[in-house]
């Protein structure tokens, strides 16, 4: 296929033009979240449940291997 094309007939943009094109115009594209920090009182709370979870032994304190 590559053989049979000339120069003649190649578009006149390039792949970066195509590119920027796609970038300005792209409804898909990855947006960085903006976490929120959840206030002292709410991240003291869910550590204070999670020790107590893991004192509680509910983790089973395995590691999935089962023989």
Do not use: C
């Not at 115009?25 to 893991?54: C, M, V, Y």
């Amino acid at each position: 296929m590559v053989a049979g094309l000339s120069l003649d007939e190649s578009t006149p943009n390039t792949y970066l033009d195509d590119l920027e094109r796609e970038s300005v115009s792209d409804q898909n594209h990855f947006e960085q979240p903006n976490p929120t920090w959840p206030g002292l009182r709410n991240f003291l709370l869910s550590a204070r449940i999670a020790i107590k979870r893991w004192l509680r032994h509910e983790n089973g304190r395995e590691d999935g291997v089962e023989l």
